[in-house]
């Protein structure tokens, strides 16, 4: 039996040891000298939307990215929302890129053996961290939403005249606007929409219209064009009138019925308002109860029925007769009973017992034209009845001011100048009205200073009106009706407002402020009278001022009120100069 030789196996494992020491030594030298060569910065090849950063510090880092992706990050982003583009502003938004968080997540040198090697041979796409405002995207988002909604437009017709319009229907477009605010943070910084790509997408919800073309179309063929092609012949009392197709085409009009079409709608108000003067020998209209002032007390003047041509009966009849063609089309209609709209019951219900408010304003009387403008709106003012809860017009009342309402042309201040037109000169009944109804105590609605201060006029207690443009509204919440008087002679006008006295109303002004001084106009046109001439005026300097209204009850101060008035400077105009 042979035994096994012990000298030759120790120095076999001494030899094995030691390779494994050799190999273990090799490789932590490797290791090290690995460790050295990564460098103590991030990792190589590492990038940032393209921006190297790999071996840098992170303080270079940080220093590197602010450099190169200032524009990146400043860029305005394109955005789709359906078939729209637009475009959010970052710094608007709330929304930029958090340098220090960005180079935080990107990977430095480890021991780690795995990120040791990943270190050496190149590091990753870095993808930025994003600093978000979320109220601050919430608001762009909403902006963005504000150009970009729309309802949907129903297919419809419209009559001009006799010239018959289609409305062609289109889609309506809303932005998901809280889906929109997670997708623009989400695509803030993504390397695809930057540099030119395709613009990010905001979820939109689409509605389409219900009526289409084709019902427009029908609708056109068979209502609206036969329905301005002849006048119609109306029949009251054995008395016939023509209503124009003008007329007809003025109270027709279209009503989607949800259901995809469009139902015919005739306004028997405008129609019978076509007619009116020809119909008058028959008509014997309704009286509204009203008032009159006897020794500065007012008295119900009680309402009367009428024997009219009613709207509704109006309208029921003429709308099958508009579908015919020919010159023979024709309905006839009965007079029946109509109701005053306000009557003697409701106007002694009223409260109208006493004055509560006068003001007086003064005028110079040496331009007829503007007296001419006074006097014919006071007139058209006077009796006006304002219901409780209701809201007095000026506009309304008295009407577009024009030659063939018996209006004059005047001065009246356009762009802050003063120009001629029709009715000028009515600011100053305006003016009158809205100190009368300020110191009736009720509720100014509406109200627009001048653009500069006029001194025949209460600083910050004025009001000027524009036809479609300007107007003075006044709600009556007095809980009791508000019966309106004027009187006016060749330099002033009255406004009298008579109901039940509920405040004692003073106002206080404050002193000047913010004064700004004026400048001087060369205007070339001619000084004259006539519209388009040109206006000489003085300067006067533009200020701030504030008017308190004190409301009282029983000695007792309830509440205040504060009219901020600003005035820009009325710069002097020289009329037949260019200047220098």
């Known amino acids: 039996m042979r035994g096994e030789h012990p000298t030759r196996g ?31 910065g991030i990792a190589r090849g590492t990038t940032v939307l393209g921006v190297s950063i790999g071996g840098l510090s992170r303080e270079e880092a940080a220093r590197t990215l602010r450099r190169e992706l200032r524009a990146e990050s400043r860029a305005p982003i394109t955005v789709r929302t359906g078939p729209e583009r637009g475009r959010i502003a970052p710094h608007r938004a709330g929304l930029s890129l958090d340098v220090a968080a960005t180079v935080e997540t990107a990977r430095a040198r480890s021991w780690n053996p795995v990120e040791l090697v990943d270190a050496l041979v190149g590091g990753d796409e870095v993808a ?37 319009r289609p409305v062609r229907p289109s889609v309506g477009l809303r932005v998901q606007q809280r889906a929109a605010v997670s997708a623009t943070a989400d695509g803030y910084l993504v390397g695809e929409y930057l540099r030119g790509g395709p613009p990010l997408e905001l979820p939109t919800e689409v509605a389409e219209p219900v009526v289409g073309l084709d019902e427009v179309d029908r609708v056109i063929a068979e209502v609206a064009r036969p329905a301005v092609s002849a006048p119609v012949a109306l029949t009251v009392e054995g008395t016939t009138v023509q209503v124009p197709p003008e007329a007809v085409g003025r109270a027709l009009s279209f009503e989607a019925d949800g259901q995809g079409s469009l139902t015919a709608r005739l306004d028997g108000r405008r129609l019978h308002a076509a007619v009116a003067d020809e119909l008058a020998t028959v008509e014997q209209p309704a009286r509204d109860a009203t008032f009159e002032i006897a020794d500065g007390t007012p008295r119900v003047v009680p309402s009367a029925r009428g024997r009219e041509v009613l709207p509704d009966t109006l309208s029921t009849a003429l709308l099958p007769v508009l579908t015919e063609t020919g010159p023979a089309r024709s309905a006839t209609v009965p007079l029946e009973v109509s109701q005053p709209a306000v009557d003697t019951a ?9 004055m509560v408010s006068e003001y007086t304003t003064y005028y110079p009387s040496d331009f007829a034209p503007r007296l001419t403008n006074i006097h014919r709106a006071a007139d058209l003012m006077d ?33 802050g100048r003063l120009e001629v037109d029709f009715g000028g000169g009515v600011s100053q009944l305006v003016t009158t009205a809205f100190n009368a109804a300020f110191f009736a105590g009720l509720e100014i609605v509406e ?56 405040y004692r109303i003073e106002a206080t002004t404050s002193p000047r402020f ?30 701030k001022v504030v008017v308190t209204r004190h409301f009282y009850q029983g000695g007792e101060q309830v509440r205040t009120e504060d009219f901020r008035t600003k005035y820009d400077p009325e710069n002097e105009v020289v009329c037949g100069s260019a200047g220098p």
């Not at 001494?14 to 460790?35: Q, Y």
């Not at 700004?516 to 001439?533: A, L, Q, S, W």
Request: hydrophobic share 40%.
């Open 447 to 502: 109200h627009n200073p001048h653009s500069f201060y006029i001194s025949r006029y209460p600083e910050g207690r004025e009001s000027t009106i524009a036809w479609g443009v300007k107007d003075l509204k006044v709600r009556n919440d007095s809980g009791h009706g508000v019966f309106i008087t004027t009187s006016y002679t060749d330099s002033s006008v009255t406004v009298r407002m008579y109901g039940t006295k509920t």
């Open 514 to 543: 913010a004064v700004k001084p004026f400048e001087i106009e060369h205007d070339p046109r001619p000084e004259g009278v006539e519209p388009g001439d040109c206006v000489s005026t003085e300067g006067v300097p533009g200020f």
């Open 346 to 354: 409701t106007a002694e219900s009223l409260g109208v017992v006493e």
């Open 383 to 415: 009796g006006a009845l304002v219901l409780p809860g209701d809201v007095f017009s000026f506009n309304e009342t008295v009407g577009e001011r024009t030659a063939e309402r018996g209006f004059a042309a005047g001065f009246v201040i356009d762009d």
């Open 10 to 40: 120790s120095s076999l494992s001494r030899r094995v040891l030691l390779v494994s020491a050799a190999v273990v030594g090799l490789l932590a030298t490797a290791w090290v000298v690995a460790f050295v060569t990564a460098g103590p």
């Open 128 to 164: 930025p961290v994003v600093a978000v405002d979320r109220a601050a995207l919430r608001s762009a988002v909403g902006r963005l939403a504000a150009k970009v909604d729309r309802e949907p437009v129903e297919g419809s017709v419209r009559i001009q005249g006799v010239r018959v």
